[in-house]
């Protein structure tokens, strides 16, 4: 069936969003359950969001109220958008189907970060 493929991470501020999307490997009419996970440096991947072929989705509550999963099984694909992101919620994000899991795409990184700044120096 081959793999899915992530997209849409990227590198946004604390408290900013970002929209991603999984084109799944296989016929998401077939597919009752996907999931979104993610995986932090150093950590194992979890498990953050599912969405059933019926559009019913559910949360881990690190994530709940501000990640909103859904999918359109005619496109094959589901989304995940993300609003009010937290340093925490940096890591690679994958898509997979929870209790038929198949193989894993390159998954889609998402950093959250204020970055190094610049340094701004005044000086008489």
């Known amino acids: 069936q081959g793999q899915p493929v992530e997209s849409g991470g990227g590198l946004v501020q604390p408290g900013g969003s970002l929209s991603l999307s999984c084109k799944a490997s296989?016929?998401?009419?077939?597919?009752?359950?996907m999931g979104w996970y993610r995986q932090a440096p150093g950590k194992q991947r979890e498990l953050v969001a599912t969405i059933t072929r019926e559009d019913v989705a559910n949360y881990a509550e690190s994530v709940r109220g501000r990640f909103t999963a859904s999918r359109d099984n005619f496109k094959n694909t589901i989304y995940l958008q993300m609003n009010n992101l937290k340093p925490e919620d940096t890591g690679v994000y994958y898509c997979?189907?929870?209790?038929?899991?198949?193989?894993w795409g390159q998954g889609t990184q998402v950093t959250v970060s204020w970055g190094q700044g610049t340094q701004v120096t005044v000086s008489s």
């Open positions: 296989g016929n998401l009419f077939e597919i009752v359950f």
């Open positions: 997979n189907a929870p209790r038929q899991l198949g193989d």
